[in-house]
Structure formats: structure tokens, C-alpha cells
């Protein structure tokens, strides 16, 4: 069978599929997980191609129609996802991205929002930012990411998520407040520090110093670990930062040959763990001060596909 796409010319074509990235960048956000954004993507090109070259040639911004459409798709994702979590064994972390530029380019002109309450894409990739939009019910994550990360209007919110404009500003609303109380109250930490943090981290780690870790993991800290029912992984988050500290020390302890790595996780400093040069975890960390608040160790491994591939 004939491609109808095929019939566009190349650079109709190249700028069809120019938009992909933008589409990863956007499903990625709304769904916290990089295969199920691809997967989304694909859907989008294919429900494109299926068109004849006349309905395409009809649609005045292509790039806004995949858009779209793709966060259609992602909002039913997302309608569902609640039942398959309730299935999932243990925690559900977002899956961790290994390198964070090759997910930030595109967005609308940051210019056209509020600056008050702008978000940059830097921190909407962030696992912190991550596990805040999955407190968010679906509708207000999609309407959050699309207008306050992504920039576009709500009349555009509204045409994907079936609602008035008001009602998607209302939605972006609730989703900002959701941000606010989730953020630590002391000021931001340079990123320089936080690497020094997660770098002391890794060494108190590597030589199970039990005190160097409590004195680095603030005392109401979380460690979430993830996976899902594939490998070991603690099923509930565990609380309190000596907790977090004796955990570490008796994986280290359990695991001597580990290797740990420092490697940027979601455009944040983190650490990388392998054996035999097989990479076996992920940890993504928000540091608040001089003190890591929360800890997320993804060991699923159908997550750390983009750690093990290319």
C-alpha cells in the first residue's frame, strides 16, 4: 500500500517530521515515561499518514494538529494509568531520561506567558517536577504542561482537553498550587552544589559511612525505589533520613561490587549504579540546601532501556 504522506513533498515532509521532537518533548511530560511518549508519537505520525494528501493540505499548522493530538492521546493514557498503578507492584517512578539536551529544544515563546509564571523546561524534566504532575489528575496536567511549560493558550488546552478557556485556566490553577506546596521552602541550591552533594553522596555510599550519610540526607527525607516487581526494591518508601542512611549501607554492603557513576538524570545531578557494566539502577535526587530531601532509585529495568541502549 501507497503511503499518502509519501505523496507531500520533501520539505512538507521534513517538516512533519521536524516536529518530533516536540511531540517527545510534550508526551514525555504528560506521561513521566519515555517509551509510552514514543509509542504516542508514532500513534500521531500514523493517525497523520492515514489522511488523505487533501484533509493534510487542509490543515493550516501542522505542527499544532500533531500536537494536539498527541496530547489527546496522552490525556486518555493518562485516564487510564490510574488502574494500571493500582496494579503495579511497589512504587511507580517516572522513567529516568539519561541526558537531559536531547529533550529540551522547542516550546512556544516564552515571552507570550506570564513570567510569574513561567517554568522553565530545565525544571519540568526534573524527577522532583515529575512526581508533582502525578499527584495532578490528568485534566490538570495536561493543561499545566501544555500552557505553563509549553506555552500554548487556553482556547488551544481547551480543544484538547474538552473544556472552556476559563476552565483550563482554572485547572492550571489548581496545578500551580500543587507546585508551590510541593517545593522546599529554603532557596534554591546552585547546581553546583547540588552536584557537590550528590558527589559526597556517592562516597559516603562507596565506603558505608553510615554517619557522612545521615549527615547528608535531611531527617525527614524519602527514598522511593521502583521495581516493579521485576527486581528488588523496597515496596514502600522508606522515611527518615538514618533510615534512608542504614538502607544504603546494606545494599553497599550486600552488592561490593558495585560500580557508581555521577551521570545527569533528568537535567539533574544523579548517580548511576552497574555491575559487571550492566547499569542495574538509576537514582534522581532533590537537594534542598546542603541536604538531599528525597531520593528516587528506578530499578525496573524495561525503565533503564535508554541507560543499556546507544
Known amino acids: 500500500m501507497t503511503d499518502p504522506g509519501l505523496s507531500m513533498t520533501d520539505p512538507e515532509l521534513s517538516a512533519i517530521m521536524s516536529e518530533r521532537r516536540q511531540l517527545i518533548n510534550v508526551a514525555y511530560r504528560l506521561l513521566g515515561s519515555l517509551a509510552d511518549a514514543e509509542d504516542v508519537v508514532q500513534e500521531t505520525y500514523a493517525r497523520w499518514y492515514a489522511m488523505s494528501p487533501q484533509a493534510q493540505r487542509a490543515i493550516a499548522s501542522p505542527g499544532a494538529w500533531?500536537?494536539?493530538?498527541?496530547?489527546?492521546?496522552?490525556?486518555?493514557?493518562?485516564?487510564?494509568?490510574?488502574?494500571?498503578?493500582?496494579?503495579?507492584?511497589?512504587?511507580?517512578?517516572?522513567?529516568?531520561?539519561?541526558?537531559?539536551?536531547?529533550w529540551l529544544d522547542g516550546g512556544r515563546d516564552a515571552g507570550s506567558a506570564d513570567p510569574a509564571d513561567r517554568v522553565t523546561l530545565d525544571e519540568s524534566v526534573s524527577m522532583a517536577f515529575l512526581v508533582v504532575l502525578e499527584?495532578?489528575?490528568?485534566?490538570?496536567?495536561?493543561?499545566?504542561v501544555l500552557h505553563d511549560v509549553f506555552r500554548y493558550s487556553f482556547a488551544e488546552v481547551g480543544e484538547v482537553v474538552g473544556r472552556t478557556p476559563a476552565a483550563c485556566r482554572q485547572l492550571a490553577t489548581s496545578a500551580r498550587r500543587r507546585i508551590r506546596a510541593s517545593r522546599a521552602p529554603a532557596t534554591v541550591t546552585p547546581a553546583a552544589r547540588?552536584?557537590?552533594?550528590?558527589?559526597?553522596f556517592r562516597r559516603a555510599w562507596e565506603a558505608k559511612d553510615l554517619d557522612a550519610l545521615v549527615r547528608l540526607l535531611?531527617?525527614?527525607?524519602?527514598?522511593?525505589?521502583?521495581?516493579?516487581?521485576?527486581v528488588s526494591a523496597a515496596l514502600q518508601p522508606v522515611e527518615g533520613g538514618e533510615r534512608i542512611a542504614r538502607y544504603f549501607v546494606d545494599l553497599a554492603v550486600r552488592a561490593p561490587v558495585m560500580e557508581v557513576l555521577e551521570r545527569t538524570v533528568n537535567g539533574q545531578p544523579g548517580l548511576v549504579v552497574q555491575q559487571d557494566g550492566v547499569t542495574v539502577s538509576v537514582l534522581a535526587f532533590e537537594v534542598a540546601g546542603d541536604r538531599i530531601r528525597h531520593v528516587w532509585a528506578v530499578r525496573n529495568p524495561e525503565k533503564l532501556r535508554p541507560w543499556t541502549t546507544g
Open 66 to 102: 500533531l500536537t494536539r493530538v498527541a496530547s489527546r492521546i496522552c490525556l486518555d493514557l493518562l485516564r487510564s494509568a490510574r488502574a494500571r498503578r493500582e496494579r503495579y507492584v511497589g512504587e511507580w517512578v517516572p522513567e529516568p531520561l539519561p541526558d537531559r539536551t536531547e
Open 135 to 144: 499527584s495532578m489528575t490528568p485534566a490538570e496536567r495536561v493543561a499545566f
Open 194 to 200: 547540588r552536584a557537590d552533594v550528590v558527589r559526597d
Open 218 to 230: 535531611d531527617p525527614d527525607a524519602t527514598a522511593v525505589g521502583d521495581g516493579g516487581g521485576l
